[in-house]
């Protein structure tokens, strides 16, 4: 028969201070919604560990694989360390990240949370299929506050607001579909990775490193920077859409052959420089 255990109430939180281990089939944890605290290794490889709400805390991060089911519901999932999942399901799309401590989460699925708090930590996401997507806004705005996505995909469905600490990726593409702001002293650095913007974005000040990088458009939208450096790309792809350069500083300068082959296509440069090489 099944070994289900379940927590009755918001109230009945359950601290375990040494290992959780569930890697038979039949075994479930429910925890509803109250809070999970596992101070030791977590061991998911079978069986299903549910919440539909409180806080999922793995204070030492947690290996999953096999068939295990791991649903967050509308859960904080809270992580330490290193989250590796090599195999089975993990429902996170209407859940919060929370970092207590710079975390890895590396994953052989793509990963769809519903918010993202660094909390003053470091986010890096550990492979390429690590792909994550977050559906509320993010901010960043403090010195240890980084997004690392190396050469995993960056999804991000709503603004996002850099004014210290930063972004970087190394690979793999960065989506900003409601475009987004870089301020203060943040930083946003993309290398050889993909650009695709469907929104306008403002750099007032801060750093923005673009190298062997393309720029992908998916909605009319307006680039604007405060610095004289030119932001320069390999390729510009307008993707039947209009880009239009929003200030005298907005210099843009691409590598490759530019190709404009309909109406609704169009690079408005107004005061800035527009430097072609092919």
Do not use: H, P
């Not at 970092?99 to 986010?123: H, I, K």
């Not at 306008?200 to 490193?209: I, Q």
């Not at 030119?230 to 859409?241: A, E, G, R, S």
């Not at 500083?249 to 052959?257: F, G, I, T, Y």
């Amino acid at each position: 028969g099944a070994n289900t255990l379940s927590l009755g109430s918001a109230s009945s939180d359950l601290l375990i201070t040494d290992k959780l281990s569930l890697a038979e089939a039949n075994a479930a944890l429910q925890t509803g919604s109250a809070d999970l605290t596992v101070e030791g290794d977590v061991i998911l490889a079978d069986g299903k560990l549910s919440s539909t709400g409180g806080k999922i805390d793995f204070r030492n991060g947690g290996l999953q694989s096999g068939t295990f089911d791991f649903d967050l519901g509308t859960s904080i999932f809270s992580l330490s360390g290193n989250y590796n999942k090599s195999s089975g399901t993990l429902s996170s799309s209407s859940a919060m990240l929370y970092l207590s401590d710079n975390t890895t989460l590396t994953s052989d699925s793509a990963l769809v949370f519903n918010q993202l708090e660094l909390n003053d930590l470091a986010l890096t996401l550990g492979s390429a299929s690590t792909d994550l997507t977050v559906t509320s806004k993010v901010t960043i705005n403090n010195a240890n506050e980084w997004l690392k996505t190396a050469d995993a995909d960056l999804n991000l469905l709503a603004d996002l607001n850099i004014s210290d600490g930063g972004l970087t990726s190394t690979g793999g593409i960065v989506s900003l579909l409601v475009g987004g702001q870089l301020s203060g002293t943040g930083t946003l650095e993309l290398r050889g990775s993909i650009w695709v913007l469907g929104g306008d974005f403002v750099k007032s000040s801060g750093t923005l490193t673009f190298s062997q990088t393309d720029l992908k458009l998916v909605a009319n939208i307006t680039l604007t920077s405060d610095s004289s450096e030119t932001l320069n790309f390999v390729n510009l792809d307008l993707n039947n859409l209009t880009l239009t350069l929003g200030s005298a500083n907005s210099d843009l300068r691409v590598e490759n052959a530019v190709v404009i082959d309909s109406y609704t296509e169009g690079i408005l440069t107004a005061d800035a420089d527009l430097i072609l090489l092919s």
